[in-house]
């Protein structure tokens, strides 16, 4: 492949990288995993509104449009987190962040479960909101330069893994505590996601700064000490930090104006092609639907036939264990199969289970619990395509192509496209089912997912097994 005068890469490209069979580094693996570990209560938060929403409406007395809000504002309000995490990220550090951000969960989590009105809600949503959109961008960035490039799809896959957890997790919330009185059960559902941020903050402070935020700062000693911990061999964590400092070197002497400006003013056409390619991931994830089924499948499965709250509870249970099988077998695949592949596959999968549940829903209403069936494994088959590409390679992918002085940045642009098109599709859903209804409302996703298979294949590179600083010269082309 032409570098177009480009400096060679210091580490080999896959088409000339060392022999197979190279180890898994535990320690990275380790970062990682505590890092990810915070987008588990990212994930429990906007879930666990699918079921508490049925008590809330109930104790409360709040109406459709205030539930609606409720539960897609916070991906409204994380806007203002992400677009400030990568500017946090890079002056506190990234584990700094990521501690900030578990507080916050906390103080959400504690002030949800005290809630005695909608307006105490939506302010406890907005403070929950601030540690949910640090950890989501954090997170990305972090695992993807913790990691070295043989296992970079695995370890940057983790975070999915985690947020699905937790989405799993509230489903289970939601069906243990259904059976106390309805004005204690959806305030324990809140109150079980207080104890656990402080945890994981302690957690947190035990893992390594990011070598290349050490390296941003000047602290090349310190960067070498986590590359010699998180690399597969010593020679390759010599050679990763040549290229990290080669990389500070080059944003330095190219720093003639903000960071935003040259993302989004004046980028260089490198730069504009990876913002595109970022944007349009992150808007084609979430324009597929994926939080019209995770905020709002107990009124799928009633729409199909199914009556009480238990089975309805258990379905949402059953769907995100589903959910998170698969997206360990993105990880396992992501860094063999490569990222294109998979996405490609996702993609198409969403497109052609979203049309199926549509059509199980126009036609269900000759034998409900045929069509209660049809429409758990359609949101199943979902789930599974979803989670085996678009959900966790959307972050792995978006945090790996950005230059080194825009990541932060740049990982954050991508989420808050992403947070933005989840909270006008959560925000939404009641009131389009009531307009093209229900059934109409996943023949539209089927054919947002479409299109996203399309503008993968034509705009989305393959990136397996590259050095983030040689993913400058993929882009260049």
Avoid at 54 to 74: M, Y
Avoid at 183 to 209: D, K, N, Q, Y
Wanted: aromatic share 8%; charged share 15%.
């Amino acid at each position: 492949m032409a570098h177009d005068g480009a400096a060679e890469p210091l580490l080999a490209s896959p088409t000339t990288a060392g022999k197979p069979g190279r180890s898994r580094n535990v320690y990275a693996f380790g970062c990682a995993t505590l890092a990810s570990m915070t987008t588990i209560l990212m994930g429990y938060n906007l879930a666990l509104m699918s079921g508490a929403q049925l008590f809330i409406r109930e104790d409360l007395g709040l109406s459709d449009a205030q539930i609606e809000v409720l539960a897609g504002s916070i991906n409204v309000f994380m806007l203002v987190s992400i677009l400030a995490a990568g500017w946090a990220a890079d002056v506190l550090g990234r584990r700094g962040t990521l501690v900030l951000a578990n507080a916050f969960l906390m103080v959400g989590a504690l002030a949800m479960s005290l809630g005695g009105s909608y307006a105490a809600l939506m302010a406890a949503r907005f403070v929950t909101s601030f540690g949910s959109g640090f950890a989501i961008v954090v997170t990305s960035v972090y695992n993807a330069e913790i990691s070295p490039p043989s296992t970079r799809g695995l370890l940057s896959s983790l975070l999915e893994i985690f947020i699905s957890l937790g989405l799993m997790l509230s489903y289970v919330s939601n069906y243990a505590f259904a059976g106390l009185p309805v004005h204690i059960g959806w305030r324990a559902m809140f109150a079980a996601g207080v104890l656990p941020p402080m945890l994981l903050a302690a957690g947190v402070l035990a893992m390594p700064e990011s070598p290349r935020w050490l390296a941003m700062r000047g602290r090349d000693g310190d960067a070498r000490a986590v590359l010699l911990r998180t690399s597969d061999t010593a020679a390759e964590a010599d050679l990763r930090l040549e290229e990290i400092k080669q990389a500070v070197k080059e944003a330095q002497l190219s720093e003639g104006g903000s960071v935003w400006s040259d993302l989004l003013v004046r980028p260089s056409p490198g730069v504009r092609r990876t913002v595109i390619c970022v944007a349009g991931l992150h808007f084609f994830q979430q324009a597929s639907g994926i939080d019209s089924l995770v905020l709002y499948s107990p009124l799928v499965f009633r729409k199909a036939g199914m009556s009480s709250n238990d089975a309805v509870l258990g379905a949402t249970v059953a769907w995100g264990v589903v959910k998170t099988c698969f997206i360990l077998v993105a990880t396992l695949l992501s860094d063999r199969l490569g990222r294109r592949p998979l996405l490609l596959a996702s993609a198409a999968g969403v497109a052609a289970s979203m049309a199926s549940l549509g059509i199980t829903l126009s036609v269900g209403a000759t034998s409900s619990a045929a069509s209660a069936t049809a429409s758990v494994v359609s949101v199943m088959a979902f789930m599974a395509a979803f989670s085996v590409g678009f959900g966790p390679l959307a972050a792995t992918y978006s945090a790996e192509i950005m230059p080194l002085r825009l990541r932060a940045q740049g990982v954050s642009l991508g989420v808050a496209a992403n947070r933005l098109t989840s909270g006008v599709v959560s925000m939404t859903f009641i009131s389009l089912a009531g307009w093209i209804t229900m059934p109409g409302c996943f023949f539209l996703y089927a054919g947002v997912g479409a299109a996203g298979c399309a503008f993968i294949y034509a705009r989305l590179p393959e990136t397996r097994g590259r050095s983030l600083e040689d993913m400058g010269a993929l882009f260049a082309k």
